[in-house]
Structures are given as C-alpha cells and as structure tokens.
C-alpha cells in the first residue's frame, strides 16, 4: 500500500471513530435529558457536570482538532479534552436526598445573640460566632449533614435521613454544654421532607415548617415534627428520648402540626 493509501486509511478510521464518539454522545444526550426531566419531577437537584452538551462540544473539538492537525497531533493536544469528555458522563456523588427527594431540614440559632453582642462587643463577638460556627460545622460533617446557609447566629442544615438530623442535635447540644466558650443556649427545629433545590440552596414549604418548628422550641432544646417522629420510630434508642408529642399551630403553616421535644442530656 502506497504512501497516500496509509494516510487516507488511518483518516478513514479516525473519521469512523469520531463518527462512533458522536453517536455515543448523542445517545448519551438523549439519555441525560431523560434523567434531568425525571429529576425536575421529583424536585431534586441535577447533578453537576452532566451537561449532555458540553459533551457532544469537546467531541467536535477533538474532530476539528484532527482536520487541523493530524490524528496524532489531535490525540496528542487533546487528551485533555478527551479526559474531560468522559469525565462528564461520571456522575457527581449522590445528593442528600433520597429516592423519594427527601431530606431532614435542620433549623439552629443562637437564643439572645443581639444581648450577647452588646456585652461581648463587635471583635469578641465575631470570635465567638467563629467558634461556634467550627463547633457546630464539625458535628455537622461527623454525621454527614450540608450546611445549607449560615446567617449569622442561625443554621440551615441538610441530612439524608432525620436519625442523622436528630443525632446530630443531640452531639451539638451537648458539645455546647461542654464547651465554656459557647455560653448561650442554642435551640434546635427539625423536620423532614421533599424540597426543591437550586443553587445550593434548599426551598419550599418543608423548609418553612422546620424553621417553624424551630421557633418554638425553648432555648436550649430540640424540637422536632411528626415526619421526624415517622421516620425514627424504628430507632430504640432516639425514642426513648421522645417526650410525649402535642398539637401546635404553625405561623403561615396551615393545619394543626404535632410536634414534640427530644431529650438531649
């Protein structure tokens, strides 16, 4: 086989193998938009990296990379592209949420931070919400919770099931109470349901009854909702810290809710 006969058959096969690329990326496209729709409907987040776009992009790439270079040229300077390209197909790791797009919502603040502030001043004061915010961040992650939003005084925590949520409370509670330097009492909400995630942050009306339930609780406490109770009623240990549970009315919230306080100490 001549010169010209080589080069036009390994372009032949290069050309094959872009054309195989392109239709596994088309595939891939197809099936990645089936996936975002399934995950608008059931309101959890879509995964980042899995663009089915950006993928079909970066085969072009390499194609006109291959036109304009050669195929080793190609291969050469676009291994990188390439690496990128199947990196997109590789799922980020499982959000929180479950099969079912719920979560455990995990409301804290502060009880009397504006009094503390005033005595304390600016400077200490913003040392002590840094060592509470480690204090707190650290149970967070030993029980494999997202902080959602840290305002100031306040939390909002997300955990993949309400035993880690309620376990978690627990561990934080008694690590203030531990602690000399967090003086104040912190009071603890936690329900748990669907929400709509975006942008790293977690919405809907799920949200806005653990916030609720959060209000009530007395300082120092850990108040949880009727969704909590169902999830843990499995778990010996956390419900024989359950106190008896009694019916409240929610700001905003329609309904009468059941709530009930979880023994910490």
Known sequence: MTTAGIVAAVEAAA??????????????????????????????????????????????????AVRDKGLGG??????????????????ELADLAGDDGCVAIWF????????????????????????????????????????????????????ATAEAAVRCAIAVQRAIRRDRRSQPWIRIGIHHGRVVTKDDDIFGRNVALAARVQTIADP??????????????????????????????LKGIRGEQVVAEVRWR
């Open 74 to 91: 190609a291969f050469r300077a676009s291994i990188g592209d390439l690496v990128r390209w199947a990196e997109v197909e590789r799922p």
């Open 15 to 64: 050309i094959l193998a872009l054309v195989a690329l392109w239709w596994r990326a088309e595939r891939r496209r197809v099936e990645l938009q089936e996936q975002v729709f399934d995950l608008e409907r059931r309101s959890l987040r879509v995964p980042r990296g899995i663009t089915a776009e950006s993928a079909v992009r970066n085969v072009w790439e390499v194609a006109t």
């Open 108 to 159: 804290c603040d502060i009880v009397g931070s504006t009094e503390l502030n005033e005595r304390l001043g600016d400077r200490r004061f913003v040392r002590f919400l840094a060592h509470h915010d480690a204090l707190v961040a650290r149970h967070v992650a030993r029980h494999d919770g997202r902080v959602v939003k840290n305002q100031g005084d306040g939390y909002l925590v997300a955990f």
């Open 220 to 249: 120092g406490t850990i108040m949880v909702s009727e969704a909590v109770l169902a999830a843990v009623a499995d778990v010996p240990d956390l419900v024989e810290r359950v106190e008896e549970p009694f019916v409240v009315e």
